[in-house]
T-cell receptor, first 114, second 114 residues
Framework: QKEVEQDPGPLSVPEGAIVSLNCTYS??????FMWYRQYSRKGPELLMY????GNKEDGRFTAQVDKSSKYISLFIRDSQPSDSATYLC??????????????FGKGTLLTVNP | EADIYQTPRYLVIGTGKKITLECSQT?????MYWYQQDPGMELHLIHY???????EKGDLSSESTVSRIRTEHFPLTLESARPSHTSQYLC?????????????FGPGTRLTVT
């Protein structure tokens, strides 16, 4: 069983739709949960991060972590064509100097159609 | 936009050639990383560095080698390229400490070995 599972999609939605992206994980030691966005022919960029359980909101984006279910989500409200990208979930366990070792999901390819 | 650069962006090379992929960052980050990314697959860490003269192998076995002689520079070398080395190589950097999860990626080098 992989440590992080993410449905690769592809996911195609109309402009303005609410998008839900999800990952499940098996390692209870994970404490930091990230969503990276990767546009075509670019490197990933950090979109949001959450420490431990809970919700975090940033504009149209909301990240949720449910550690009891080992399940994380990213919601995009009022999706725009510019949101079309691959979304990668990533996680790591230790705090301090060791939390650089990220475990990534495969990424979900999202297309928002005008 | 992250100040991390990779050259070349695309490279097609024959089997047996020696190649060096360049990575530079201007953010003064101590930590630097090399990832391998294949289509539809997770990013896998192949090398990382805590600082000058410090390099370690990542979780994914790789025949490549790295060096860190200057803080800003982290080149990756393949002594004898093979078709199995065909992949996208992403360089990243991060600050020291608890924000190690916030990694800044370069645009990647897409390597094809014929």
């Amino acid at each position: 069983q992989k440590e992080v599972e993410q449905d690769p999609g592809p996911l195609s939605v109309p402009e303005g739709a609410i998008v839900s992206l999800n990952c499940t994980y098996s390692n209870s030691a994970f404490q930091y949960f990230m969503w990276y966005r990767q546009y075509s022919r670019k490197g990933p960029e950090l979109l949001m991060y959450t420490y431990s359980s809970g919700n975090k909101e940033d504009g149209r984006f909301t990240a949720q972590v449910d550690k009891s279910s080992k399940y994380i989500s990213l919601f995009i409200r009022d999706s725009q064509p510019s949101d079309s990208a691959t979304y990668l979930c990533a996680m790591t366990g230790n705090s301090g100097g060791s939390n650089y070792k990220l475990t990534f999901g495969k990424g979900t390819l999202l297309t928002v159609n005008p | 936009e992250a100040d991390i650069y990779q050259t070349p962006r695309y490279l097609v090379i024959g089997t047996g050639k020696k190649i060096t992929l360049e990575c530079s960052q201007t953010m003064g980050h101590d930590k630097m990383y090399w990832y391998q990314q294949d289509p539809g697959m997770e990013l896998h860490l192949i090398h990382y560095s805590y600082g000058v003269n410090s390099t370690e192998k990542g979780d994914l076995s790789s025949e490549s080698t790295v060096s860190r002689i200057r803080t800003e520079h982290f080149p990756l070398t393949l002594e004898s390229a093979r078709p199995s080395h065909t992949s996208q190589y992403l360089c990243a950097s991060s600050e020291w400490g608890y924000r190690g999860y916030e990694q800044y990626f370069g645009p990647g080098t897409r390597l094809t070995v014929t």
